[in-house]
């Protein structure tokens, strides 16, 4: 259940099966400043490890992160805000991270292995059903690895069809746009602010549906964190959801209601 306001940014429990992403009447420039649009975004808070423990859908073997020789243990290895919004024609994604180390290569390269280096992805099931499905038809990953040279596999969708259950390509070009801030508090190299938007269309092209119909459907949502650290596979961490079966993820409206309509309820 959304729990309330902070700031003006929409929040829930750390632990709900369900939220708002507000609706922007703004059109934000992606370019990994989110500042004009933050504020009004879903936001619950900053996540790392010692908080996902606390959570339902932990489990050690899946949420873990590298500590390796060399590292310096007093540093932050990884903590996170994400931020989630809509508008009419696109999903509007983005994260605020503290990072110790940025790591994007890997000896086994494969376009579609973005989870064996830096990198986000949101899985979205669109709409939510009370069905358990390892990626079909409906379930998405829009992953993003964090290297600013913008590789052909850096903005990566693996999708279920009617008849596969894991389609891998690039998120068509025209479908997507996505920025990354490196070192954006002087902090450390490897802290970075991820700022994206990917076309609502990509949720339902074969469903006979236009992107305006998942308006009032709730959708499906857990966001996995990458972050090797230099280890082949490295650790990661899943919030709002336990795994590829779609049922563990939670859940989210796409609220109707415009930013400027929060702010307003805000201030009174």
């Not at 069809?161 to 490897?190: D, F, G, L």
């Not at 949720?203 to 236009?210: K, S």
């Amino acid at each position: 259940m959304v729990v309330g306001l902070l700031g003006s940014s929409m929040t829930c429990s750390q632990d709900s099966d369900f939220g708002e992403l507000p609706f922007l009447s703004i059109e934000p420039v992606i370019d990994g400043s989110i500042d004009e649009w933050k504020h009004i975004a879903f936001n619950d808070g900053l996540w790392d490890l010692q908080r996902v423990k606390k959570a339902s859908w932990y489990h050690p073997k899946r949420n873990r992160l590298n500590v390796e020789v060399s590292e310096d243990t007093t540093q932050i290895d990884l903590s996170a805000s994400y931020y989630m919004a809509w508008d009419e024609t696109y999903l509007y994604l983005a994260a605020e991270v503290r990072d110790n180390v940025n790591d994007v290569e890997e000896e086994n390269h494969e376009p579609k292995r973005w989870y064996y280096k830096d990198a986000i992805s949101w899985f979205i099931e669109a709409p939510k059903d009370e069905t358990a499905e390892k990626f079909s038809l409906g379930d998405h990953s829009f992953a993003f690895v964090i290297d600013t040279l913008k590789p052909d596999y850096g903005a990566w969708w693996r999708h279920g069809t009617a008849t596969e259950s894991y389609v891998e390509e690039p998120i068509p070009v025209q479908s997507v746009e996505y920025a990354i801030k490196m070192n954006p508090w002087n902090r450390s190299p490897a802290d970075y602010i991820l700022e994206a938007r990917v076309a609502r269309s990509l949720l339902v092209p074969e469903q006979g549906l236009d992107a305006g119909s998942i308006t009032s459907n709730s959708i499906g949502m857990m966001i996995v964190h990458c972050d090797p650290d230099g280890g082949e596979y490295g650790g990661h961490l899943l919030i709002y959801g336990k795994g590829d079966d779609d049922s563990t993820w939670s859940e989210f409206k796409l609220s109707n209601s415009s930013d400027k309509q929060k702010q307003d309820s805000h201030a009174k």
